[in-house]
């Protein structure tokens, strides 16, 4: 049975080291799909989006459009309230049915640090996890697996097909193209009227413009006033 891969994250906002990411995904895994989850309220990071839940499920959709392997999935965000991955889980691999290999993509350093999330022990009964590397990630160039809980070390695998021979349970790591796009530098860039080009798809680099998105809280209360500017 084919495999979907799960991409969550909050994509305030969406840029290409995104979209590269997922697709290495989805060919080191030959995943039928690759869903992206924008995140509600997640409970470990407090309320740091910076556009609204709205823009950031629009500049999902601009940006995933054009690959029929990309979906979008905003379950989070109408969920409301607190965001737990494990409620994420299993409401996919209800409706999904209990074959269907899943496979949620995370990074080394949320990995490291999975056994503090919410029923963390049980994630494994719903999904495999596939945990991406970037090259100058210097904690697990010093420690490989071992910056990861000991939990979780029998479920390391270092063959793919075990994430399809099975609908959970794995711990598979795979290397990521480095590219040095983040979207804390991009809301920087944006505020003080930088471009965008080449770092987003250009229909989400002309939706921040045309919203003025993350644009300083000043501009924005004149932009909104323009009888008070001065």
């Given at each position: 049975m084919a495999a979907t891969g799960l991409f969550g994250g909050t994509f305030d906002p969406v840029h290409f080291g995104?979209?590269?990411?997922?697709?290495?995904l989805a060919e080191a895994f030959h995943l039928e799909k690759v869903i992206f989850i924008p995140a509600g309220l997640p409970?470990?990071?407090?309320?740091?989006?910076?556009?609204?839940?709205?823009?950031r499920l629009t500049m999902l959709k601009l940006a995933t459009a054009r690959d029929a392997r990309f979906d979008v999935d905003d379950r989070e965000l109408r969920r409301g309230g607190n965001s737990y991955t494990y409620d994420t889980l299993a409401e996919i691999r209800a409706e999904r049915g209990p074959g269907e290999p899943l496979v949620f993509l995370i990074g080394t350093d949320?990995?490291?640090t999975i056994d503090t999330w919410h029923r963390w022990t049980e994630l494994f009964d719903l999904a495999h996890f596939a945990v991406a590397v970037r090259g100058d990630d210097q904690n697990w160039l010093a420690k490989g697996p071992g910056i990861f809980p000991r939990e979780a070390w029998?479920?390391?695998?270092?063959?793919?097909?075990?994430l399809q021979a099975a609908p959970a349970g794995k711990v598979m790591t795979f290397a990521m193209t480095p590219l040095a796009i983040s979207s804390t530098a991009m809301r920087a860039l944006a505020a003080e009227a930088g471009s965008l080009r080449y770092l987003t798809p250009d229909p989400v680099?002309?939706?921040?413009r045309s919203r003025n998105l993350y644009a300083p809280a000043r501009d924005l209360r004149e932009a909104a006033n323009?009888?008070?500017?001065?």
């Amino acid at each position: 049975m084919a495999a979907t891969g799960l991409f969550g994250g909050t994509f305030d906002p969406v840029h290409f080291g995104h979209l590269r990411l997922a697709t290495e995904l989805a060919e080191a895994f030959h995943l039928e799909k690759v869903i992206f989850i924008p995140a509600g309220l997640p409970y470990h990071r407090g309320r740091d989006a910076h556009a609204t839940s709205e823009e950031r499920l629009t500049m999902l959709k601009l940006a995933t459009a054009r690959d029929a392997r990309f979906d979008v999935d905003d379950r989070e965000l109408r969920r409301g309230g607190n965001s737990y991955t494990y409620d994420t889980l299993a409401e996919i691999r209800a409706e999904r049915g209990p074959g269907e290999p899943l496979v949620f993509l995370i990074g080394t350093d949320s990995f490291a640090t999975i056994d503090t999330w919410h029923r963390w022990t049980e994630l494994f009964d719903l999904a495999h996890f596939a945990v991406a590397v970037r090259g100058d990630d210097q904690n697990w160039l010093a420690k490989g697996p071992g910056i990861f809980p000991r939990e979780a070390w029998p479920r390391l695998t270092l063959n793919p097909r075990d994430l399809q021979a099975a609908p959970a349970g794995k711990v598979m790591t795979f290397a990521m193209t480095p590219l040095a796009i983040s979207s804390t530098a991009m809301r920087a860039l944006a505020a003080e009227a930088g471009s965008l080009r080449y770092l987003t798809p250009d229909p989400v680099v002309e939706f921040i413009r045309s919203r003025n998105l993350y644009a300083p809280a000043r501009d924005l209360r004149e932009a909104a006033n323009p009888a008070t500017s001065r």
